[in-house]
């Protein structure tokens, strides 16, 4: 039972298998005819210019139940496979490139399976003509021969070129470059070409043209445009020569000549002629028509003709001989001829040349001795040449000519018929220059004009030239320009000046001499021309560094030039930087800077250029000094008096320094001065007395004049005053009591600045001093040096009261007059002086002043009532 159960389910299936087998359809294409671009490819035609890789048609069909379908494309063996097909898709695709006139049709077989069926069917895929060739001529090249009598309008060849395309792009016309310059014609359909209507061929002008035919197509599509293809190729026509043009001569005219001497039989000349036909020509035959007389005669092919009689049987002068020439055929007949006329001329014999003579016969050779420069037109009478042809006619007739240096002189006469006596002109008195030429020479040529020996002679023309002063002395240089050293020692050499003078003898010597208002401090030697400083001349740069003067040189006979000489003395430095002083002293206020000035007396930078710096200071670090300007400035950080006293206990606050200015010349000089400067603090008073006291600190002199002038002004005053009151109390007979007068300070008025009052205060600290202020910043001296000179205003007080007096340096306040700085020392101008040095007189006369001054001062003590 187990065997039985498993038998027949097995059978059962193989039952249903073979049922199943039994009930499949094939597949099959669609047919949807010849324009459609899917189903089987039946009648499906593509054009030869579709590019590679186009869809070009789809495969399509189905299968009768349902099932999917895939595509193939075979070929048969050996075919080129220009498709390929999506299996699933059935999308065909071109994969080589088609080419109609190598294959028009393509077999594909196409098949559709379903996976159990497979369905083949073979197609003819037809290739459609695209217009991708160009015409193409055949049996190239194209030669043909065209004899030259050939009738106009005639067919000469023709041409023909084939295009591979089909329709209008397989369609060929015909047609001629340059049309207009051509002799031809071409027919656009037949390619016959022609000769054009009207026109003949002739070898003997062209024997070859050149004819450019093109052939072009119809035109066509080719990839979506409209193309038209065309091809060239060129015919040669050789034109053949054809009998039809009579001989020429050659050479013509014809002219010959029977000499005195010439032997019968002689041959005079040759007659040349040629056939007109160049291709084929015939034999020449010559013959003498007339103009003979049985005198010559002519050799019948070679055209030689000779003279047959002696020249002295020849009865005539000019013989003129008409010559024919023939052309014989090969055969023996005259065909055509043409004639030429020979001139023979019989002429004496040319056996004398030209011949000068001198006043003692033949000579080859003429001297001349003369001045240069002669009057132009002037003739040399001196030369006495004539000139003799012994032939006759035109064989004595001959031309004279000068060669040598042209345009000097000319020869008269210039043609000469046997014999003349020979003229020279002079031309251009400007070239006949000693100076140039010492010695002329020429040749005197005479050649015969008319003779075919050209006979000829000459002779030579010596002139010798004797100079004239006609020359003026000539510098080398319109002008001179010179450089010399301001400390060259008199006698120096300056420059050296050149002139020429091209005469001989004493009349080109120059002499030399210099003039002018710049020319007192120079000499010139007469005879070398050098330019040297007066023995006693001092050149300073300083005073004058330019000389101006001329020069002059001179021959013998005045003739003279000028040159003018340009001189500059170059700067030496030898001038120290000098101060004004060599012992300052300034007032400086904390924030403003003094200045110290040195001059330098060179002319030129850098001689005259002064740098300044500080040498030595007591204390040191505590200055600044602009190396330009001289300007002298406290370090940055010293802002008040309270730092001064931190660096120093001078609580004088008045500082030396040792400054030195210093040139810049090689080498260089340098000088120094002592300055001694008093510093103070600004402060919020201020008035006209204390500005004119700071102004006068560094000139104490001024300030005792003022103080005196003041003084004096007050006595004058009081004592007015006393006696006017005496006489009124004299006229009252009253006694009135003694008027206690209190002084009080009065502030003189500035006559053309206005200025606040000078206030003194008692100074909080013993090194605190007044300051000036000044409104108008216009009277500010950044050297404190000003001098400004004050009208005292008129006391009320009848006796002048005393200078206030320096408050004592302790504890006790009081009041002082400050101690006005200043340089009583006056300026020396001489330069040895001031290199020597007073320094030691002139501080010992400053501290006696000073000395002085600050007794009187204390004497006078406090003011009081």
């Known amino acids: 039972m187990k065997h039985v159960r498993r038998f027949t389910p097995s059978l059962f299936l193989s039952l249903v298998h073979i049922c199943l087998v039994q009930a499949n359809y094939a597949p099959y294409f669609f047919d949807n005819g010849a324009r459609s671009t899917n189903g089987n490819m039946a009648l499906f035609s593509l054009s030869e210019d579709t590019p590679v890789g186009t869809h070009v048609y789809t495969l399509n069909g189905t299968d009768p139940e349902g099932d999917p379908v895939t595509y193939g494309l075979a070929y048969e063996a050996g075919s080129r496979r220009y498709f390929s097909v999506d299996k699933n898709l059935g999308n065909v695709t071109l994969i080589e490139e088609l080419d109609r006139e190598k294959e028009d049709e393509i077999e594909v077989i196409v098949s559709i399976s379903d996976g159990l069926s497979t369905v083949s069917e073979k197609v003819r895929i037809l290739v459609m003509d695209a217009n991708d060739e160009s015409p193409e001529f055949i049996n190239t090249p194209y030669i043909v021969q065209v004899p030259e009598n050939t009738p106009s309008g005639s067919s000469i060849f023709k041409i023909e070129a084939v295009d591979k395309d089909t329709g209008s792009g397989g ?168 004639f030429a006329v020979v001139t023979i001329r019989v002429v004496d014999l040319n056996n004398h040349p030209p011949t000068f003579y001198g006043e003692n016969g033949p000579q080859n050779r003429f001297e001349l001795t003369m001045y240069e420069h002669p009057p132009e037109g002037e003739i040399l009478r001196g030369l006495k040449i004539t000139v003799n042809d012994s032939d006759q006619g035109a064989n004595a007739k001959f031309n004279l000519r000068l060669v040598g240096p042209g345009g000097i002189f000319r020869v008269v006469p210039q043609t000469v018929l046997n014999e003349a006596q020979v003229t020279i002109i002079v031309e251009n008195s400007a070239a006949i220059d000693y100076e140039k030429f010492k010695v002329l020479t020429f040749k005197l040529l005479a050649i015969e004009v008319n003779t075919p020996e050209k006979f000829s002679s000459t002779a030579d023309v010596v002139i010798r030239l004797l100079d004239t002063n006609d020359n003026v002395p000539k510098f080398s240089s319109d002008y001179y320009i010179a450089r010399i050293p301001e400390n060259s020692p008199g006698g120096s050499n300056v420059v050296a000046v050149t002139a020429t003078d091209p005469d001989s003898g004493l009349w080109g010597e120059v002499k030399y001499s210099v003039y002018g208002t710049g020319a007192d401090l120079f000499l010139i030697h007469p005879s070398t021309g050098i330019i040297y400083t007066q023995p006693w001349a001092v050149l300073d740069a300083e005073v004058n560094s330019k000389y101006n003067f001329y020069v002059k040189a001179e021959d013998t006979d005045g003739k003279y030039s000028l040159a003018e000489v340009f001189i500059t003395v170059l700067d030496v430095n030898d001038h120290s930087p000098e101060f004004n002083e060599n012992i300052q002293e300034k007032t400086m206020i904390i924030g403003s800077p003094v200045k110290i000035e040195a001059i330098d007396q060179d002319a030129e930078e850098p001689n005259n250029i002064v740098d300044y710096s500080i040498m030595q200071a007591d204390p040191a670090n505590v200055f600044d000094i602009d190396q330009s300007t001289g300007e002298i400035k406290l370090k940055s950080y010293i802002r008040s008096l309270d730092i001064i006293h931190n660096i120093t206990k001078n609580k004088d606050c008045i500082w030396s320094l040792v400054v030195q200015a210093k040139d810049r010349g090689s080498p260089s000089f340098s000088t120094t001065a002592v300055l001694k400067i008093d510093i103070t603090e600004e402060t919020l008073h201020k008035g006209p007395m204390a500005a004119f006291l700071m102004q006068t600190k560094d000139n104490p002199m001024k300030a005792l004049g003022v103080l005196a002038g003041v003084m004096g002004i007050m006595v004058l005053i009081t004592i007015m005053i006393s006696t006017a009151m005496f006489w009124r109390n004299k006229r009252s007979n009253k006694i009135t009591p003694v008027r206690r007068i209190i002084k009080k300070r009065q502030t003189p008025q500035p006559r053309a600045v206005r200025m606040e009052w000078l206030k003194f205060k008692r100074p909080s600290n013993a090194a605190e001093k007044f300051v000036v202020e000044d409104d108008s910043k216009s009277l500010h001296n950044e050297n404190s040096n000003n001098n400004i000179h004050v009208a005292p205003m008129p006391p009320t007080a009848p006796v002048p009261p005393p200078p206030p007096a320096l408050a004592p340096r302790g504890d006790a306040p009081g009041w002082r007059v400050p101690t006005v700085s200043g340089s009583l020392t006056p300026k020396f101008i001489n330069k040895q002086l001031k290199k020597r040095g007073h320094g030691s007189a002139h501080n010992a006369l400053v501290s006696e002043l000073k000395l002085k001054f600050e007794k009187r001062n204390a004497a006078i003590g406090e003011p009081h009532i």
């Open 171 to 338: 369609s060929i016309t015909y047609f001629l470059q340059n049309i207009h310059a051509n002799k031809f014609t071409i027919d656009r359909h037949s390619g016959v070409l022609r000769i054009k209507t009207g026109v003949t061929l002739d070898y003997e002008k062209s024997r070859t043209h050149f004819v450019v035919v093109v052939a072009k197509d119809g035109g066509g599509k080719l990839r979506g445009d409209n193309k038209v293809f065309s091809a060239t190729t060129t015919v040669t026509v050789n034109v053949e020569d054809v009998q039809d043009t009579p001989p020429m001569f050659i050479g013509t005219p014809y002219y010959g000549y029977v000499y005195e001497d010439t032997l019968a039989g002689s041959e005079v000349l040759t007659v040349v002629a040629l056939d007109g036909d160049r291709g084929k020509p015939n034999s020449i035959h010559y013959c003498i028509v007339n103009g003979d007389e049985g005198s010559f005669e002519i050799g019948n092919t070679t055209g030689a003709i000779s003279v047959i009689k002696s020249p002295n049987q020849l009865k005539k002068e000019v013989y003129e001989l008409k010559v024919q020439a023939s052309e014989v055929s090969q055969e023996g007949d005259v065909s055509v001829y043409a």
